[in-house]
């Protein structure tokens, strides 16, 4: 499949209104351009009708639970204050409450393992997510 195709099955994927939570993962090799595509999707004015709260995560090698919520949480919260002395319980607790009535889209560029997504679904309202891409 074309980059290009792959990029307009995500937009298709990402905005036909869905009422489950979905999870789209895009995989590969190194250098073939997976951040590119992610950001014309992210950007593209479909996604952004679609989506009350978008928030774009870089992770890395190596990455902090506290420190990948504080950063999703810049994106939602209305207010900051206090924020870096609560517990990491309160803020799941706070990005599930701010998320669970919203669409939204959370991309997580640059990870190598799944296991942020796991440590997020909680707070994401995830019991179980639909796996592609």
């Not at 609560?86 to 669409?103: F, G, H, R, S, V």
């Amino acid at each position: 499949m074309q980059l290009h195709d792959q990029e307009d099955a995500i937009l298709d994927r990402l905005t036909r209104g869905s009422l489950q939570r979905d999870l789209v993962a895009i995989v590969g090799m190194p250098r073939i351009r997976k951040t590119t595509m992610a950001k014309k999707v992210f950007t593209d004015p479909k996604v952004s009708y679609c989506f009350h709260v978008r928030a774009w995560c870089h992770l890395s090698q190596v990455y902090n639970k506290r420190d990948l919520l504080l950063e999703i949480l810049s994106y939602v919260s209305i207010s900051s204050a206090g924020i870096l002395q609560m517990a990491n319980a309160d803020l799941e607790l706070m990005l599930y409450q701010i998320l669970k009535q919203k669409t939204y889209l959370i991309v997580m560029d640059d990870m190598w393992k799944t296991g942020a997504g796991d440590h997020l679904g909680r707070s994401l309202g995830n019991e179980e997510m639909e796996v592609g891409f």
